[in-house]
């Protein structure tokens, strides 16, 4: 399989997860790509984003949460994503809040980046939806032990804040959020993702 990705998304890197915790990373060949710049990757992907997926006989996937989910059944089944029930429902709606607060994320930080042009009107919200999901998660048991697609989704979020806004204090207020965070540091599948700088040209 190929996965095409840029170093920088949390959402390339929630799928590099997903595979370390299926025992699948050595079945994977990363395909570095610039998702602006890149018309391989609109060839592949009508909407030219990362992460994309391409199996060994051709077949393309994209959405991060189709990608896992196929990762899992490849798996066996039944690991990232519960099989029924309340289970089930708890790792849906927490990987559908964490992906939501990092798209936010991505957004603030373009915005922040344009933010000298033009101020953009729409950081507040995005600062709003960040904060409220980010106290929604502090009430929120996670594992520390089996990963589902939830806590999966939670590290990827966390870690996307960590790497762009270093100083940002989201640890404050959320002791148990903050002390989940912490105890993640040393786990392999989230050493072996980091988040780092593109090594591709950078867009124009
Ligand atoms: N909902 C998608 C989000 C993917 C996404 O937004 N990827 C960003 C990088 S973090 C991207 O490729 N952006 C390029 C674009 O939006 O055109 C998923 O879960 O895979």
């Known amino acids: 399989m190929q996965l ?22 050595g079945e994977i060949e990363l395909v570095e790509t610039d998702p602006w710049t890149d018309p391989r990757l609109r060839a592949v992907n009508p909407l030219a984003k990362v992460p994309t997926l391409i199996l ?18 490849r798996a066996g089944g039944g690991r990232l994503f519960p099989r029924s029930g309340r289970e089930r429902r708890r790792a849906l709606r927490l990987q559908g809040l964490s992906d939501g607060a990092a798209t936010a994320a991505g957004r603030l930080f373009a915005a922040e980046r344009r ?52 100083e940002r204090a989201w640890r404050a207020g959320r002791p148990a959020l ?14 072996e993702t980091a988040h780092r700088l593109p090594t591709v040209d950078p867009r124009p």
């Open 115 to 166: 933010a000298a042009l033009q101020v953009d009107p729409m950081i507040p919200r995005f600062e709003r939806a960040i904060a409220a999901s980010l106290d929604a998660l502090e009430a929120e048991p996670l594992s520390r032990e089996a990963f589902t697609i939830a806590e999966v989704g939670v590290a990827c979020l966390l870690g996307y804040l960590d790497f762009r806004w270093p």
């Open 4 to 25: 095409w990705l840029a170093f920088t998304s949390p959402f390339a890197r929630k799928v590099r997860i997903a595979a370390h915790e299926l025992g699948l990373a």
């Open 178 to 191: 903050a002390d989940w965070w912490t105890a993640m540091a040393e786990r392999p599948s989230l050493v």
């Open 56 to 73: 060994e006989d051709g077949e393309v996937l994209y959405e991060s949460s189709a990608i896992c989910d196929h990762l899992d059944e």
